[in-house]
């Protein structure tokens, strides 16, 4: 749905006052939009990429190459998952995730390994607390970053399938047994549950629900897939030439873009089993009065790369999914940003989605109706804009 559709949910509590003022708005937005289409007539503007590309690289340097593929620890078979948390500054909500995670109620078998990116805080206090436990591994290391701590505990991992969760997040008891009984049952590599959203106070404040389905393979044109490593058990061997794109934001892209493409069976469940926390203070929440923030067009080239280096073909997935990385989600990544910088991130991924729409063939005939698309296909930054702060 829209911002206008959400605004009016909020402000009303009634769902269909928001769709109809959704339904409403949209009449004077396409006019709008229609005008947008017709001042430039369907021709592209002439973009310099060298200048545009040095103009963010003064802002965010790009460093294409990457780590080598991580060495995998061998696997122990009595050990059914590895639950994989980064940890930095969290000492508030530390101890209700740990403990959320050895608390679960299931006869399967887990290891907790926690890697701890260089905290200042008292968070190495707390896990002190846990550290003699035999099922818990912690780790501390020089300040990495998220994607490093990640790669870390995956290099460390013992598992069957892996798990992550996020320090200031937590799991209902029965995370476990929900998403790896699955997983072990039907012998997929991917099971993603649906999932709570709460508040700092831990008050849930809003629900995820995913549709059920079991697919040869994760195809987000027959249900809604989540994009996020959390929430989900992912076959260990999945990350034998993957990982986590290190000194990058947004380097959960890697789940949409790389690892949902590679997995061979996938299932979806109604049921949460996951509490996601909106920390203001979180990473996420910091990323926009940043240079980090500009990651949000980097990271698609960088991983796009991976992709050709692991054989993976362009298709119209991965066509859709750039167009939705470069869409409303990059339009507000971007929030905090001179125009001409959002301009020229806007210009380079219309550039690379020229570029991956001649590798997939042209993408689909259906996208050809869609505005975003005609923005995109005419470099016209001003429908752009439009289309994004709407999120038609």
């Known amino acids: 749905m829209s911002k206008v559709y959400r605004y009016m949910s909020r402000a009303t509590g009634s769902d269909a006052v928001a769709r109809s003022f959704d339904r409403v708005s949209r009449v004077p937005l396409s006019c709008l939009a229609a005008a947008l289409k017709l001042i430039n007539g369907g021709t592209r503007a002439a973009i310099d990429e060298k200048a545009l590309e040095a103009r963010i690289q003064q802002l965010r340097p790009y460093r294409p190459s990457g ?14 998952l590895s639950i994989i948390v980064p940890v930095f500054n969290v000492e508030a909500y530390l101890a209700n995730c740990i403990d959320s995670i050895l608390n679960q109620k299931t006869s399967l ?3 907790l390994i926690v890697i701890d990116d260089g905290s200042t805080d008292g968070s190495a206090a707390i896990l002190e607390r846990y550290a003699s436990r ?3 591994t912690v780790v501390r290391v020089t300040n990495g970053g998220v994607a490093f701590a990640r790669n870390e505990g995956i290099r460390r991992a013992k598992g069957k399938y892996l798990m992550f969760v996020d320090a200031d997040d937590y799991l209902p008891p029965d995370c476990v047994e929900t998403l790896l009984a699955l997983a072990i049952r039907d012998d997929v590599d991917v099971v993603q549950g649906s999932y709570w959203t709460v508040d700092v106070g831990n008050t849930v404040r809003g629900m995820q629900v995913f549709d059920e389905f079991v697919a040869s393979r994760a195809d987000a044109s027959v249900a809604e897939l989540s994009g996020y490593p959390w929430g989900k058990v992912i076959r260990r061997d999945l990350f034998r030439n993957v990982r986590f794109p290190e000194g990058m934001a947004y380097e959960d892209s890697i789940v949409a873009m790389i690892l ?7 299932i979806s469940v109604k049921q949460p089993v996951y509490y996601y926390r909106e920390n203001p203070r979180g990473l996420t929440a910091g990323l926009t009065k940043n240079e980090k923030t500009l990651d949000a067009y980097w990271v698609v080239s960088r991983l796009l790369s991976d992709r050709r280096s692991l054989g993976l073909p362009p298709d119209s997935h991965i066509l859709r999914q750039v167009k939705a990385q470069f869409g409303a989600l990059l339009y507000r990544r971007l929030a905090n940003f001179d125009d001409d910088v959002k301009k020229a991130v806007f210009y380079l991924g219309c550039l690379q989605i020229e570029a991956l729409r001649k590798e997939c063939n042209g993408g689909r005939p259906g996208d050809r109706g869609d505005a975003l698309d005609y923005a995109f296909r005419t470099r016209n930054y001003a429908l752009w804009k439009l289309l994004c702060f709407f999120e038609l």
């Open 67 to 80: 780590p080598p593929p991580l060495a995998l620890a061998d696997e122990d078979a009595s050990l059914g």
């Open 109 to 111: 078998t887990y290891e």
């Open 134 to 136: 035999p099922e818990v």
């Open 260 to 266: 949902l493409p590679l997995a061979n069976g996938y």
